[in-house]
């Protein structure tokens, strides 16, 4: 549903493309504020059943192997209490992975100057949960971007040295991977090193790999970047950026010359990005892609779906209401039970955790509404139905 400018760490919105005006520090504070004040209050959407948000802030998750997942940038960039209360009840939840992003500008805010530790807190959190982190390397400083240098607002233009970034990479799997500096440093942590990698985030629409995509760039990034990972983590996993069958892009068309520039060979799951008005089309698009993997090749290669979601809130084209939100949670991981063998399905990561509005345009916007709490923090009914599905998919 949503990619993230990460140069100035702003949300942009899909088939608006809009960016947000709004400082995404104020955003996380305002979220955190209404969780704190809505904690000991809040309710299942039509009821008065107290709800306490923070009741399970200790939880871990269980299940050595999860399958379901959650992304929410919101939730990573939040202060420490109201990560640990939403990472908690994740945890309580079943949801036992968190794909997270580590921005490249976030890590060398100068030029030559490395901040490796940027994200240690969030991980140790992650850590202390017991859940997994699928880790999006993306971004670019803009000295170390194509983005011209005058004229141009922040953006998503993409890197412009493959190996720069694939030196990022690097940075990053020494600190986090297996046998990392920042496990090394923290030997009391429960260890639970990143081992899995995404490379970029949605590189075929033009948001997110600005000025408009290349496919052929993106297989130089990622060729570079997975030579980097698998050079200091053999048994790494490197995950294509999870491309959205969504929009006016032909994304058969982009994943088609994905292979045909020969990426096969660099990376070991492909993602796609589920997002569609009915739960039937989501499954058809899996099986889209289970069938380019098989053409070109992969057929013993794993899919995830690194983001899905349906929204609950407000109408509009892609929205729909608490109860249909629940159904489609059910009836789309009622799919996954019934053929992830068949599709090679691992991994499917819901977007995302609660309802904000982080830009301009109308409150009913669809990618408003995908959370499965409110923007007052009530629970919807999807969040039981996520749950109900993880603890039949978790093992």
């Given at each position: 549903m949503c990619h993230y400018a990460f140069h100035d760490m702003r949300m942009a919105s899909k088939g608006l493309g809009a960016r947000s005006g709004l400082d995404r520090g104020s955003v996380v504070l305002a979220l955190a504020a209404v969780l704190v004040a809505t904690s000991g209050s809040s309710a299942v959407a039509g009821r008065s059943t107290p709800f306490n948000y923070c009741a399970d802030q200790n939880a871990v998750f269980r299940h050595p192997r999860p399958f379901v997942g959650i992304s929410d940038l919101a939730v990573q960039e939040g202060s420490e209490g109201y990560r640990n209360c939403s990472l908690g009840r994740m945890a309580a939840t079943g949801l036992g992975y968190f794909r997270g992003f580590l921005a490249w500008q976030s890590v060398e805010p100068e030029p030559s100057h490395y901040n490796v530790s940027v994200y240690d807190a969030f991980v140790a959190d992650l850590a202390r949960h017991h859940m997994k982190l699928l880790a999006v390397l993306a971004g670019a400083p803009k000295w170390?971007?194509?983005?011209?240098?005058?004229?141009?607002?922040?953006?998503?233009y993409p890197p412009a040295s493959p190996a720069q970034f694939a030196y990022f990479a690097s940075l990053m799997v020494m600190r986090y991977g297996p046998g990392g500096a920042f496990w090394r440093a923290n030997p009391t942590l429960p260890y639970y090193p990143v081992r899995a990698w995404q490379v970029w985030n949605e590189p075929d629409l033009p948001?997110?790999?600005e000025p408009h995509p290349n496919m052929s760039a993106y297989d130089r990034l990622l060729r570079a970047a997975s030579t980097a990972i698998k050079g200091i983590d053999s048994h790494a996993i490197v995950v294509t950026a999870g491309m959205p069958f969504f929009g006016n892009s032909d994304e058969t068309h982009f994943i088609s010359n994905m292979y045909r520039y020969g990426a096969r060979g660099?990376?070991?799951?492909?993602?796609?990005?589920?997002?569609?008005?009915?739960?039937?089309?989501?499954?058809?698009?899996?099986?889209?892609?289970?069938?380019?993997?098989?053409?070109?090749?992969?057929?013993?290669?794993?899919?995830?779906?690194?983001?899905?979601?349906?929204?609950?809130?407000?109408?509009?084209?892609?929205?729909?209401?608490f109860k249909r939100q629940r159904a489609s949670v059910t009836a789309f991981f009622r799919f996954a039970r019934r053929n992830r063998g068949r599709l090679l399905l691992r991994e499917a990561f819901w977007f995302g955790w609660q309802d904000h509005q982080f830009g301009p345009g109308a409150a009913s916007w669809w990618g408003y509404h995908l959370g499965l709490f409110t923007i007052a923090g009530r629970p919807k009914p999807a969040l039981a139905a996520m749950s109900a599905a993880a603890r039949q998919l978790d093992r």
């Open positions: 170390r971007s194509t983005a011209p240098s005058r004229g141009a607002l922040a953006g998503q948001e997110s790999w660099f990376f070991d799951v492909l993602a796609i990005h589920a997002y569609s008005a009915t739960v039937a089309q989501a499954e058809q698009r899996l099986w889209t892609a289970r069938r380019l993997m098989d053409q070109f090749g992969d057929r013993s290669k794993p899919l995830w779906v690194t983001e899905f979601g349906w929204a609950g809130g407000d109408p509009d084209g892609f929205i729909t209401n």
